[in-house]
RNA sequence: GGCCCCAUGGUCAAGUGGACUAAGACACCGGCCUUUCAAGCCGGUAACGCGGGUUCGAAUCCCGCUGGGGUCACCA
């Protein structure tokens, strides 16, 4: 076992899930920090499911994840093609050498025929198992089924006595005992190979050595390896990963929320803060670090620190990683990321000039450290792009019914009025207002709090300064006046 | 139901026979800071599923039970 070569295996008949994300992520880690070769293939071999953009989907949520692959479709390589639909004679000829050799055989029985032989059985009490009567099909009888119209399916004689042992790296030794196994089906009537085939006869051709996928092929495991002995093939190393659960426990689905990567996307996740979680789950690096890039998890990455155990996924961490990421990574990538959800919002514009991206980069540096998700992010940004907010409900019974806020607010006005407004900074404003504080001596807040509902329209959020140093000299001065206005028409005109 | 896997707080998770009066993180609750909200800092609540062994000693090893999950297709 010379070069490491894992590869990923998805089946193109949806999005990309979060637990196929972190199975994908595991291949990487493991060959990324093996020196190895990260192979992508497609396993699309059920017609009536495939669904084309699918492919097209996995693959472009896989590299917007940051994980990269050496050989896939699209970039081909030496053990192609890697689509399986693309691979049939390839699978036609290894289940030739199988029949050739007494070791598979044709089944004419039509699954209605097999769904009673399951019912029967189990009405028996047995475990249902093909009871090989197609073996013994003379040529005759053969002959008369086919002329009836039925395409048979090809299944392998599997050994029924001994036990079949996984030399699993994450679980250790599995055993299971052959008897359980079944005669199943390695090709369908319509000729085209099942998964179980299909992904030995490509995992051995393509050379995979470490086959690390989710914990529900364990069981497919013994099936597969007795394929690799009849095929004569070299068995690869096998590493099962646990499933990733929904918080109620059970499998992952569309009605726990959003679990599709491209979902987590949209509700404005990072890759950086995504890939970070779906590591620590499942994985720990040892130690107390949380925060880790790419590169530094696959530095510490071991398959042997692999947990056995199904983890429960859970959002709220998730988003407490994004937050973090959110504040701490360089200006520049926050605002590239959100930039997408400004331009959606009618904020930015389809092709922003420079003036405007570095308004952009004023706006998210005051409000990134407090949001946790870049639709958030748009959110709490709104008011920098938009005047014609209403105040929040809470703010005007809170600040605006006051007695006396609109001389409050005009003073407030008039003293920034007097800032020049090429020197309209955090510190001049600040500086500003804490001379009408002081000169009517009342505290910080009368006056802050107002202004900032006059500003934003909210009762929360960046300290008033940079809200002001951010919005600039004139829309500070427009909004002022706006509330004064506001408050005389509104709440005067009641008294 | 058969077979297989798994089992530390609500969640993730460290722990590989003594340093465990069981780390850390998320969440939650308090406090500090403060113009609000976040952030940050400080503190708190909260776990070895149960029962038997083995051992001087068990979260750690063995057995049973219970619980959870997976799988039993001409799906992958």
Known sequence: MDTVRVRFA????????????????????FARSRGGVFVLRLEDTDTGRNIEEAAVQIATSLRWLGLDWDEGPDLGGPYGPYRQSDRFEIYQAEARRLVESGQAYWCYCTPEELAQQREEARKRGEVPRYDRRCCTLTAAQRQAKEAAGIRPALRVRVPRTGTTVV???IRGEVSFDNATLDDF?????????????????DDAAMRISHVIRAEEHLSN??????????????????AHVPMILAPDRSKLSKRHGATAVEEFRAEGFLPEAIVNYLALLGWSPGDEREQMTLAQIQELFSLEAVSKHAAIYDVRKL?????????????????EAVLPFMQEAGYVSAVPGAAELDYLNRVVETVRSRVHTLAELRDAAAYFYRSDFTYEEKGIRKYFAKPGVTELLARGREALAAVPSDQ??????????????????ISGGALIHPTRLA?????????????????????????????????????????
């Open 221 to 238: 495991t013994p099936k597969q390896i007795v394929l690799y002995r009849l095929l004569g093939y070299q068995l690869p190393a096998f």
């Open 424 to 441: 309209f900074t955090v510190e001049a404003t600040e500086q500003a207002y804490r001379r009408v504080i002081d000169e009517m001596g």
């Open 319 to 335: 988003t407490w990683l994004n937050g973090q990421y959110l504040s701490s990574l360089p200006l520049a990538r926050v605002v």
């Open 10 to 29: 998805p089946s193109p008949t949806g999005n990309l899930h979060i637990g196929g994300a972190r199975t994908a992520l595991f291949n990487w880690l």
């Open 185 to 201: 089906i390695i090709l369908k009537s319509n000729g085209g190979p099942t998964y179980n085939f299909a992904c030995v006869v």
């Open 455 to 495: 500003l934003s329209g909210r009762t929360v959020g960046p300290g008033l300064f940079d809200i002001m140093a951010t919005l600039g000299k004139e829309e500070c001065l427009a909004r002022l006046e706006r509330a004064v206005d506001w408050i005389d028409i509104n709440l005067r005109a009641e008294a």
């Open 167 to 169: 030399h699993d790296l």
